[in-house]
C-alpha cells in the first residue's frame, strides 16, 4: 500500500524566515512523483512545486525548494523568506504510475506565518 | 486559459436526497478526477475519467457515482445522502492523467452540507 505521512498537524514562522515542512512516504513503485500542494482558506489546491523519483536533484521554484532523500523515502519542503500569503494547509502527495493512479495525500501541516 | 470549474460552489440536501456536481476541466485535458475532503479522513480519491471511461475507483460505497462526457466534463453523483457525506468535493483535471505524473490542477471545490 502506498502511503504519505506528514507528521507536523501545524507549523508556525516567523515572516522573511524560513521553515521545513516533513513528508515521509512508502511505495514499493519505483517510478513515482511527488508533490507539495498549498490549500489557502479559498480551499483550492494549488501545486508548490514537483519532483519526479527518478530525478536526483532537488526541485526549486523560487522561494521554495525541496529536499527529497529517495532512500529514506523523505519529501520535505523548505518556504525561504516566508511571507504572510504563505499562511496555508500544505499538502504532500505521492503519485504512481499503474492502473490505480492517483494522488494520495498526506494529512497536510496547516501553516501559519507571524508579522 | 480558464481553470478548472466547478458548480455549484455550496449546497444543502438533506438526508435521503440524491445531489450531482458538476466539473469543467481546463481545456485540451483529458483526465478528470474526483477527490473528497472530510476533517476526519483527509483527501480520499473518488474515481478518475479518462475519454468518458472511468479508469480507476477509490473505496467509497456504490451511491458514489460518475460520469464524463465526450467534451471531458465531468459529474458525479451521490445517492441516497448520509450525513456523513458533507464534504468538499474536489475536482482535479490533467493532460493524461494522474497515473502519468502529469501536473493536476483543482478547481475551488464544491462544499455539500447534508442535514
Known amino acids: 500500500a502506498q502511503t504519505v505521512t506528514q507528521s507536523q498537524p501545524e507549523m508556525s514562522v516567523q515572516e522573511a524566515e524560513t521553515v521545513t515542512l516533513s513528508c515521509t512516504y512508502d511505495?514499493?513503485?519505483?517510478?513515482?512523483?511527488l508533490f507539495w500542494y498549498k490549500q489557502p482558506p479559498s480551499r483550492q489546491m494549488i501545486l508548490v512545486i514537483r519532483q519526479e523519483a527518478y530525478k536526483q536533484q532537488n526541485a526549486t521554484e523560487n522561494r521554495f525548494s525541496v529536499n527529497f532523500q529517495k532512500a529514506a523515502k523523505s519529501f520535505s519542503l523548505k518556504i525561504s523568506d516566508s511571507q504572510l500569503g504563505d499562511a496555508a494547509m500544505y499538502f504532500c502527495?505521492?503519485?504512481?504510475?499503474?492502473?490505480?493512479?492517483?494522488?494520495?495525500f498526506g494529512k497536510g501541516t496547516k501553516l501559519s506565518v507571524k508579522p | 486559459k480558464a481553470g478548472v470549474t466547478q458548480t455549484p460552489r455550496y449546497l444543502i440536501k438533506t438526508r435521503g436526497q440524491q445531489v450531482t456536481l458538476s466539473c469543467s476541466p481546463i481545456?485540451?485535458?483529458?483526465?478528470v478526477s474526483w477527490y473528497q475532503q472530510t476533517p476526519g479522513q483527509g483527501l480520499q480519491f473518488l474515481f478518475e475519467?479518462?475519454?468518458?471511461?472511468?479508469?480507476n475507483k477509490g473505496n467509497f460505497p456504490g451511491r458514489f457515482s460518475g460520469r464524463q462526457f465526450s467534451n471531458s466534463r465531468s459529474e458525479m453523483n451521490v445517492s441516497t445522502l448520509e450525513l456523513g457525506d458533507s464534504a468538499l468535493y474536489l475536482c482535479a483535471s490533467s493532460l493524461y492523467g494522474p497515473s502519468s505524473g502529469n501536473t493536476i490542477y483543482f478547481g475551488e471545490g464544491s462544499w455539500l452540507t447534508v442535514v
Open positions: 475519467y479518462f475519454s468518458e471511461t472511468q479508469r
Open positions: 502527495a505521492l503519485n504512481y504510475g499503474g492502473s490505480q493512479g492517483n494522488l494520495i
Open positions: 511505495t514499493s513503485e519505483s517510478d513515482y512523483y
Open positions: 481545456s485540451g485535458h483529458r483526465s
